[in-house]
């Protein structure tokens, strides 16, 4: 009983900056972390960052942890993904995921996703 809805994805030049959003409604209290991952076409779904909703942990793939940072705005229901220079190996569909209990790192582990919402860098 938790919806996501992402927004925020854009084109943009390679070394360019791109905030994504994240809204949910519904049982939030349920979430214990919120994620991000993201999909290019005919590649698997990737994990890019998580956060746990109460503490505000956060973790990151190796790929991103060093561009990209990951927050909420507990009072707002949302989760941000702050994107800093970008490649156009982050072109993809970025996917927000709501996780009840498990491996934050493994997309099967989450209860709840968002439709996706498209970033395309471009050099």
């Known amino acids: 009983q938790v919806q996501l809805v992402e927004s925020g994805g854009s084109s943009v030049q390679a070394g360019g900056s791109l905030r994504l959003s994240c809204a949910a409604s519904?049982?939030?209290?349920?979430?214990?972390?919120m994620g991000w991952f993201r999909q290019a076409p005919g590649k698997e779904r990737e994990f890019v960052a998580t956060?746990?909703?109460?503490?505000?942990?956060?973790y990151y793939s190796d790929s991103v942890k060093d561009r990209f940072g990951v927050s909420r705005d507990k009072a707002k229901n949302t989760m941000y993904l702050q994107m800093s220079s970008l490649k156009p190996e982050d072109t993809a569909v970025y996917y927000c995921?709501?996780?009840?209990?498990?491996?934050?790192?493994?997309?099967?582990?989450?209860?709840?996703w968002g439709r996706g919402t498209r970033v395309t860098v471009s050099s």
């Open positions: 956060i746990t909703w109460n503490f505000g942990s956060d």
């Open positions: 995921a709501g996780m009840i209990s498990g491996n934050w790192y493994f997309p099967s582990d989450y209860a709840y």
């Open positions: 519904g049982r939030i209290e349920d979430v214990y972390a």
